[in-house]
């Protein structure tokens, strides 16, 4: 097996698990509040991660870049707040399908904070990207129950998660020469789970077997699922690894129909590809980019 089939290998796998604790979330969310699973989640992910790194003899956080993890901690527990919540009130695939616009707000972010050149193709392909996630959501707003407020609130946070996330992938974009991967991951994840620890505590818990076992599940596949992902960029070209990174909609459609009933219905396939479409149109411009400054 080549380098590069076997990169492909750990990113789908990377993928399928980050997927899977997208689901322990949405299960962990009938339980526990929100807060609480962000704890669970990022609390989890850094006792794993600490084990990894005790085992493997990986670099552990540096206490000089405090002030990166803390920024990007903060920026995390936002995040995943919201898709969490997301998550706990909407069909996994449309959340995810909604997520995967995120790197077409990437290259926005990266054009108005970082002064970042962007070709005018770009803003067709975030025009794309918006007009699949206008398709979701409009073409779901009849299960919205009006009278109820978290269901606007829910669909407002799946729109704003994968744009939080994008400014939190131009930080993290910015921070990443100078620590390892694992490195840089706990420390974020350490800190994360000690600002969401007090607001997890303003709602009693009760503490079962299920709870206990998928809190723990749930920080065990973050990890698992960032360090194949990380493994899998090394063998593969970037561009191999984001049309890989399709495949989490086949996931999260696939988990939410076995565990959850959930059964995507139309304007989900059709956001869905206007998604996609807009994704593969910013992936082939930024590579014509490249292959321009390297000639």
Not at 131 to 143: D, E, F, K, Q
Not at 237 to 250: E, K, M, N, Q, R
Request: charged residues 10%.
């Amino acid at each position: 097996m080549t380098e590069t089939n076997r990169g492909l290998l750990l990113g789908v796998g990377g993928i399928a698990l980050v997927c899977a604790m997208d689901a322990v979330a949405k299960a962990l969310g009938a339980e526990l509040s929100t807060f609480q699973v962000v704890f669970a989640r990022y609390c989890g992910a850094a006792l794993w991660l600490a084990l990894w790194i005790a085992l493997t003899g990986e670099s552990w956080p540096r206490f000089a870049d405090l002030g990166r993890h803390a920024l990007r901690a903060a920026m995390l527990v936002a995040t995943a707040t919201m898709f969490f919540y997301a998550v706990t009130n909407l069909p996994l695939a449309v959340v995810a399908a909604l997520g995967m616009a995120a790197p077409l707000y990437v290259v926005l972010i990266g054009a108005v904070f970082l002064r970042e050149r962007v070709a005018p193709a770009s803003f067709l392909a975030l025009a794309l990207g918006m007009a699949g996630s206008a398709v979701i959501v409009l073409g779901n707003s009849g299960r919205m129950d009006l009278g109820v407020g978290g269901s606007w609130l829910a669909w407002t946070a799946a729109i704003m998660a994968p744009v939080s996330y994008a400014a939190t992938l131009a930080v993290l974009k910015q921070h990443s020469g100078t620590e390892t991967a694992a490195a840089m991951t706990l420390g974020q994840s350490a800190i994360a789970s000690v600002l969401v620890l007090p607001l997890a505590l303003t709602t009693p818990i009760v503490i079962t077997a299920p709870v206990a076992g998928l809190s723990a599940l749930i920080g065990f596949l973050g990890a698992a699922g960032f360090l194949l992902l990380i493994n899998g960029l090394r063998r593969m070209p970037v561009s191999a690894f984001a049309v890989i990174d399709y495949t989490g909609l086949l996931w999260a459609a696939l988990f939410g129909l076995v565990f959850f009933g959930e059964l995507p219905g139309l304007p989900f396939l059709l956001g869905a590809a206007l998604i996609i479409a807009g994704c593969t149109a910013m992936a082939m411009t930024q590579r014509q980019q490249t292959l321009a400054r390297v000639d």
